[in-house]
């Protein structure tokens, strides 16, 4: 799974699905856990229901759903909905041990998980919810882990650091996808979602979580290569074919890393 927006719509909101997924957006999540109140939620199912009966199956492969947390008291409900729906890409909050894993696979064995980091447990236990079978990428949950640690959400703080890195490593050591940086509340601030994802890039963090679709398009952007890296990337890779292991570029050697790092950077650029 190698989406590069993730973009939340409230599961009550189904006037907004067609929306969500009319944007640029990877993949569309519709959100059963906060963007709903608690007494909306039996309606977000309904709607839930009602937009899967109907959707194609090109609009099916591009939603998620994030489901209410293993302890509370929507999580039966929830998966009970995505099994009748025969919806299997799931969004699972607060994603701490691999028994919580474990229990969404029970009820939905083909489950495709996303799984939210976003408590100090969580993060003590990466490793193994990254490991555990049905996980496809993890996911960043900054401002609850923010809260979490006692930190500021204003912004993305170093004390944020240590946890962005153990999941990019936990995702490695798992053979998934870099992880998902978590969300911009700023709708309007582009400067501030910028700086944001090149927070995230620098910790080895590869996508975002959206709430709004104005995000999307300079997200793209940003994580587009720029037109000088991909000439760079093809001056590589052309004098590694004209003197393979022994090229030089501007009084460099062109090594191993060089070449795979050229490779991945006209990769990104690939539609």
Sequence with gaps: MNARSYLFVPGNRPERFAKALASAADIVVLDL???????????????????????SPAERRRCAVRINDTASDGFADDLRLLRAA???????PKAEAPAQIAAVCAMLPAARLLALIESARGVAQVDAVAASAGVVRLAFGTLDLALDLDLDIAELSDGLSFAASR??????????????????????????????????RRHGLSA??????????????????????????????????????????D?????????????????????
């Design 208 to 249: 975002k979580l959206c709430i709004h679709p104005k995000q999307v398009a300079p997200l793209h952007a940003a994580l587009a290569p720029s037109a000088q890296a991909l000439d760079w990337a093809r001056l590589v890779l052309a004098a590694e074919a004209a003197s393979p292991g022994a090229a030089k570029l």
């Design 251 to 271: 009084g460099r050697m062109i090594d191993r890393p060089v070449v795979l790092q050229a490779q991945r950077t006209l990769q990104r650029a690939a539609p």
């Design 33 to 55: 856990e906060d963007a709903v109140a608690a007494e909306a939620k039996g309606a977000a199912r309904d709607a839930i229901a009602n937009w899967a009966a109907s959707a």
């Design 167 to 200: 999941l990019v490593i936990a995702s490695r050591l798992a053979g998934l996808a870099a992880p998902v940086a978590g969300v911009t509340p700023q709708f309007d601030d582009e400067a501030r979602l910028l700086a944001d994802l090149a927070w995230s």
């Design 86 to 92: 025969g919806l299997d890409d799931v969004m699972l």
